[in-house]
Every structure is written in C-alpha cells, then in structure tokens.
C-alpha cells in the first residue's frame, strides 16, 4: 500500500511551454501533498505544500505565477511549470501524506529539461 | 528554524566495511521525527525509518542500525557489512509534529553519497 504515481516520469520541452507534472495517491487519501525540487547532486528543496480544495502555500523565494499547483482531489495533486525556461530543468518529486498518519509517501519523481 | 547537517559529503568504503552516516539536527520544536531516506541513482526516494523524538531508543534492521542521541541531537545511520547495492545518496531529514496547513514538512539534509567499492 501507499504508493504514489507521477507523471511523466521525464519531460523534455521548448523554453517557453508549459508543463503539467501529474502526483496521485494511489490506494489512500492524501489531504497533504508536498512539491520538492532537486538539482543535480543537491538536496530536495520544499517548494509548495498543498491541501486539498485549498491554495497551495509556497516557500519563500518559489514563484506561484510561475509555478501552479492545483490539488483538487484527495488523489490528485498537479504542478504546472508555466513559460519553463533552460534554469528550471531539475528533478520534480512529489509526496502525500495519509490523512490518518504523519508519514510522507514519495512519488518516482519527474525529470524536467527545458530546451 | 528547522535545519539538518550532514558533515559527509562523500564517503567511499571497500565492500564489507562499516560505515556510519553522520546527522546531526536542529530545531525549537520538542516533539518532532527524524527519518532517513535513501536515493538511489535511480531518484526514487526509499524511505528507511522514522524515529519519534521521544523514542531514543536505538533501532537495528538488518545490516542497518540508527543511533539517536537527543542530548547531542544526533542520528546517525550505520551500515554493517556494506554491500554494492548500498552505494546511493542518503538524506537525514526532520519533521515537526503539528496541526495545521504546514504540518509534517521535511526538511532535508544535505545528502551524503556512499560509494561502496567491490
């Protein structure tokens, strides 16, 4: 149980275009979902949490025009990564927590790569 | 604020060593978890274990054991016996407990890479 889906898996677009990252709980409700980002041989760093039917809080310095998260369903979380430039290809992972407990169940992961 | 250390960048061991990851942490909170997580090459985060902060009691899995020590605010990670398949990047992270909309956010450490050579 507690798996989390992401998709794509990896995406490769045009400076410019949009890019929706899909994160779903698949067998349990995630009331909280987490959007973090890694560069290579970095750190994940939190750039939004979001609850279901509620905007998305953003961590200091991530640009919410720039990165839009929609959390309508207790299963479904998306982050659309708006006019992606070169400096925003990284590694998208997402993570949901189980409304019943505290753990953070992790997505694969979505490797961007604006060109 | 929450912050997390991990000293080791790097670290290279010749199969079967031990070795030992370093964490140390820092928060206001007093209840709160500790979790380390590994990173495969592969990017999936694999979740390891989740310590209550009221728990100090050590854990051994396996070849794996964590060693948390409240009044240095260390969790420390060690691996016996090392293996091949060890060698990814391992993170330490710390989590509040609280309600509300911010609740249960990780904060990471840096990352430590373990190379373990056959």
């Known amino acids: 149980g507690a798996v989390v889906s992401q998709h794509p898996s990896w995406v490769i677009c045009k400076s410019g275009t949009s890019v929706k990252i899909e994160c779903r709980s698949l067998?349990?409700?995630?009331?909280?979902m987490f959007w973090y980002r890694q560069f290579p041989k970095q750190s994940l760093m939190l750039m939004a949490t979001s609850n279901e039917g509620s905007k998305a809080t953003y961590e200091q310095g991530v640009e919410k025009d720039k990165f839009l998260i929609n959390h309508a369903s207790l299963t479904l979380s998306t982050l659309t990564v708006t006019s992606a430039h070169p400096e925003d290809s990284s590694f998208y992972i997402c993570?949901?927590?189980?409304?019943?407990?505290?753990?953070?169940?992790f997505g694969p992961g979505t490797r961007l790569t604006v060109t | 604020a929450q912050k997390v250390t991990q000293a080791q960048t790097e670290i290279s061991v010749v199969e079967k060593e031990d070795v030992t990851l370093d964490c140390v942490y820092e928060t206001r909170d007093t209840t709160y978890y500790l979790f380390w997580y590994k990173q495969p090459p592969s990017g999936e985060l694999v979740f390891l274990i989740r310590?209550?902060?009221?728990?100090?009691q050590n854990e051994i899995s396996g070849r794996y054991s964590w060693n948390f020590q409240k009044s240095t605010s260390s969790f420390n990670f060690t691996i016996t016996a090392s293996q091949v398949v060890d060698s990814a990047v391992y993170f330490c992270a710390l989590s509040e407990i609280a309600s509300g909309a911010g609740s249960y956010q990780l904060t990471f450490g840096k990352g430590t890479k373990l190379s373990v050579i056959p």
């Open positions: 067998d349990f409700q995630a009331t909280t």
């Open positions: 310590r209550n902060s009221f728990d100090e």
């Open positions: 993570s949901a927590r189980d409304w019943r407990g505290y753990e953070q169940y």
